[in-house]
T-cell receptor
Framework: ETGVTQSPTHLIKTRGQQVTLRCSSQ?????VSWYQQALGQGPQFIFQ???????GRGNFPPRFSGLQFPNYSSELNVNALELDDSALYLCASSFGVAGAGYTFGSGTRLTVV | DAKTTQPNSMESNEEEPVHLPCNHSTISGTDYIHWYRQLPSQGPEYVIHGLTSNVNNRMASLAIAEDRKSSTLILHRATLRDAAVYYC?????????????FGKGTKLSVKP
């Protein structure tokens, strides 16, 4: 059983650019959630995807968008990057939307300069 | 949003039990209490969850107060690998069912 895989592990972007982060969910899981974790803080919920549709969103602007594919993998896209977008981006997969027993990836460290 | 309160940090000695407290006075009747931990340079890891009764698994035990306004995660014998940030989380009652609301957690240090 493979866990959650995120790519890339590290990324440096310039303010104003766009970025795409990728996540492969754990085998057997059909739901993917994305979180942003600033240094020294707990993860903050961005949004969740279930059956290829957004199933809830946290307090993030529309320039944060996502996709889920038929194989349940997912992408997080961020447009018009700002310095404050620098953070660890975590992907979590689960079977169903109930929120128990999420499996998290190790994250993508995004630095915006 | 339902919120939890945890101590910022705790220390333990190796091979001793650790009791990590969490207060959640605004918990609703259908909220489950989840615990996750985050080791350095890793994503959070599921530890345990429960609703009303105490729960045990291979990693830890969860003791839930009768009024459900507090809970305690119990590590029976701490090891150096248990050094991590421990998060007590309630499922968001008003928003997406997938929204786990993380606080700052408790940073557990384990001394050899």
């Amino acid at each position: 059983e493979t866990g959650v895989t995120q790519s890339p592990t590290h990324l440096i972007k310039t303010r104003g650019q766009q970025v795409t982060l990728r996540c492969s969910s754990q085998s057997g899981h059909n739901t993917v959630s994305w979180y942003q974790q600033a240094l020294g803080q707990g993860p903050q919920f961005i949004f969740q995807y279930y059956r290829e549709e957004e199933n809830g969103r946290g307090n993030f602007p529309p320039r944060f968008s996502g996709l889920q594919f038929p194989n349940y993998s997912s992408e997080l896209n961020v447009n018009a990057l700002e310095l404050d977008d620098s953070a660890l981006y975590l992907c979590a997969s689960s079977f169903g939307v109930a929120g128990a027993g999420y499996t998290f990836g190790s994250g993508t460290r995004l630095t915006v300069v | 949003d339902a919120k939890t309160t945890q101590p910022n940090s705790m220390e333990s000695n190796e091979e001793e039990p650790v009791h990590l407290p969490c207060n959640h006075s605004t918990i609703s009747g259908t909220d489950y209490i989840h615990w996750y931990r985050q080791l350095p340079s890793q994503g959070p890891e599921y530890v345990i969850h429960g609703l009303t009764s105490n729960v045990n698994n291979r990693m830890a035990s969860l003791a839930i107060a009768e009024d459900r306004k507090s809970s305690t995660l119990i590590l029976h014998r701490a090891t150096l690998r248990d050094a991590a940030v421990y998060y007590c989380i309630l499922r968001d009652p008003g928003g997406s069912q997938g929204n786990l609301i993380f606080g700052k957690g408790t940073k557990l240090s384990v001394k050899p």
